[in-house]
């Protein structure tokens, strides 16, 4: 069975293939946007994760023909009533570089988080998986992986707010933990491990 992964990460491929291994799953060959023929991608304007992941899935599935999965994902924060959100990569408005648009948005979130104190930094990361059929079968769910925001941004390992999150049960930031270790109980990890079972229902 071919699975369409609607993303041009390599890492994000590479992520799901490990995790395709480690649950056993076999018959499963797993491509990217790179593997088959462009075809518009609409742009991100859903008020959900869910409706993001949906409706990527939903369009990579009816341009290829093939089962498709994807994600969508971001940092929902207690104190800023579960924003930046499905905003997330865009929060400050920054344009430029990956890299420089996750440093303007991590900056802005710190900026507005100052005057919070220790008990009210919660946070969580939030992602939702999707599947869809080109016949309209659909499935998807959503996992957070919570944890704290701290003050001062740490470590290099990750990407957009990872520096400055603690997850539940850790005193690294998620950006000072080795990749290996974060695949293992990120959001995005939960949220294909899920997924994973259930795509038979597609099959």
Known sequence: MKILLATRNDAKLAE???????????????RGLDD???FPEAPETGATFEENA?????????????????DDSGLAVDALNGMPGVLSARWSGRRGSRTE?????????LDQMADVPEDRRGA?????AAAAHPDGREVVVVERWPGTLIRLARGTNGFGYDPAFVPEGESRTSAEMAPEEK??????????????PRLSELG
């Open 16 to 30: 799901l293939r490990r995790l395709v291994d480690a649950q056993g799953i076999e018959g499963l060959e797993i």
């Open 36 to 38: 088959v023929p462009e």
């Open 54 to 70: 949906l409706a990527k899935a939903r369009d990579a599935a009816a341009a290829t023909g093939l089962v498709a999965v994807a």
């Open 101 to 109: 648009r996750d440093a303007a948005n991590l900056a802005l979130v």
């Open 124 to 128: 969580a990361f939030v992602c939702a």
């Open 183 to 196: 695949d293992a109980v990120s959001h995005r990890s939960q949220a294909l491990r899920a997924l994973l």
